[in-house]
Structure formats: structure tokens, C-alpha cells
């Protein structure tokens, strides 16, 4: 499969479909009327906003405020609607990569499609089979990806006020209730 790449694209953003418990994660982009949609897990939606986050505060901490990376989203570019319907899965993501690209002053997001032999490949290996979704973003675009990701991740289940492990719609059975609450 060949790489999908997008360039600024007009939307790129993580989202959901399902019943909080039974959702399946999605990251989308879109140029005009193309849309890709990969799919991937919640843990790694959570992980490729917090990368992010740290990536975008590293690079200005290390520009001393010169690059231009805000240091919150912009509120132009906050995006809370539905994904692109309909939502159809190119590929399940296995292994992602960040990287920050200083002569265009862009975040450059690597998703591979997950192999079986996943460990003994790498990001970007040119393997024909192999599917890669690359997004080149701006540094506001990637704060607002990452706001909006983060949100997606906490909309699911409540936590039990007990345990803290996610409350289940059919019922909770929580390990703090065998009368141990330390």
C-alpha cells in the first residue's frame, strides 16, 4: 500500500464511534473531499496527545518563543464535531512517530498500519505492503489535535469513585467493596 500523506490538511483529529465501553477509536484527515480514517486503540490516542503536547512545549522551551507554537489551543481551531461520516477504516494503526520539522515549522505524524511482525519493522520502512498515514500539521493544528484527542479519551466511561476502574453500563463489580477500602 502506498503512503497516505496530507499537508496541512483542513481536519485532523481523533475520534469515536460507539456506546462509551464499546467504542472504536479513529484518527481522520481531510483535504477537500478526501477523507482517511485509521483506526487505532484508546491508550493510543491518549499517548499520541500527550507526545505532542511534550513535543510542542520542548520545542518552545528549546526556541525560547521564537518558533511559532502556541502555548494553548487558538480557539479558531477548536473542533468538537462528529467525524467524517462515513467513517471507513483504511488500516488499524500499529506503530506511530512524532517528529518536528524546523524548516517548515511542522508537526509530522507517522501512523503504520499494525503487521504481524510488527516488531522487527519500523516507522516508515519502505515495505510496498505496509501502509503509512503521514500528516504534516502546524504546531496550532497540533495543540488543537491534541486538546480535542484528549477530551474524546475522557468522554467515555464514568470511573467508580471507589476504584477508579471504568463504571460498566451492565453493572460494576468493584475490588474495593470485599471490605478492604485502604
Same mark, same amino acid.
Not at 498500519?113 to 502546524?138: F, K
Given at each position: 500500500?502506498?503512503?497516505?500523506? *496530507?499537508?496541512?490538511?483542513?481536519?485532523?483529529?481523533?475520534?469515536?464511534?460507539? %456506546?462509551?465501553?464499546?467504542?472504536?477509536? *479513529?484518527?481522520?484527515? %481531510?483535504?477537500?473531499?478526501?477523507?482517511?480514517?485509521?483506526?487505532?486503540?484508546?491508550?493510543?490516542?491518549?499517548?499520541?496527545?500527550?507526545?505532542?503536547?511534550?513535543?510542542?512545549?520542548?520545542?518552545?522551551? %528549546?526556541?525560547?518563543?521564537?518558533?511559532?507554537?502556541?502555548?494553548?489551543?487558538?480557539?479558531?481551531?477548536?473542533?468538537?464535531?462528529?467525524?467524517?461520516?462515513?467513517?471507513?477504516?483504511?488500516?488499524?494503526?500499529?506503530?506511530?512517530?512524532?517528529?518536528?520539522?524546523?524548516?517548515?515549522?511542522?508537526?509530522?505524524?507517522?501512523?503504520?498500519?499494525?503487521?504481524?511482525?510488527?516488531?522487527?519493522?519500523?516507522?516508515?520502512?519502505?515495505?510496498?505492503?505496509?501502509?503509512?498515514?503521514?500528516?504534516?500539521?502546524?504546531?496550532?493544528?497540533?495543540?488543537?489535535?491534541?486538546?480535542?484527542?484528549?477530551?474524546?479519551?475522557?468522554?467515555?466511561?464514568?470511573?467508580?469513585?471507589?476504584?477508579?476502574?471504568?463504571?460498566?453500563?451492565?453493572?460494576?463489580?468493584?475490588? %474495593?467493596?470485599?471490605? *478492604?477500602?485502604?
Amino acid at each position: 500500500m502506498p503512503v497516505i500523506s *496530507y499537508d496541512l490538511p483542513e481536519r485532523f483529529v481523533a475520534g469515536a464511534v460507539g %456506546r462509551p465501553g464499546d467504542r472504536a477509536f *479513529y484518527l481522520q484527515a %481531510r483535504a477537500g473531499r478526501r477523507v482517511t480514517s485509521v483506526g487505532l486503540e484508546k491508550f493510543q490516542v491518549t499517548l499520541l496527545a500527550e507526545r505532542l503536547e511534550e513535543l510542542l512545549d520542548e520545542v518552545l522551551r %528549546r526556541s525560547g518563543g521564537e518558533a511559532h507554537v502556541p502555548a494553548v489551543t487558538p480557539s479558531e481551531l477548536r473542533d468538537d464535531g462528529p467525524l467524517e461520516q462515513p467513517v471507513e477504516e483504511e488500516f488499524k494503526v500499529g506503530t506511530m512517530a512524532l517528529a518536528w520539522d524546523p524548516d517548515d515549522e511542522r508537526v509530522v505524524i507517522e501512523a503504520q498500519e499494525v503487521t504481524e511482525a510488527e516488531e522487527d519493522a519500523e516507522v516508515g520502512e519502505d515495505d510496498p505492503a505496509i501502509a503509512v498515514l503521514r500528516v504534516r500539521i502546524s504546531a496550532a493544528q497540533a495543540r488543537a489535535f491534541a486538546e480535542r484527542a484528549l477530551q474524546v479519551v475522557a468522554a467515555g466511561r464514568p470511573p467508580c469513585p471507589l476504584c477508579g476502574l471504568p463504571l460498566d453500563a451492565e453493572g460494576h463489580v468493584c475490588p %474495593r467493596q470485599n471490605g *478492604y477500602l485502604g
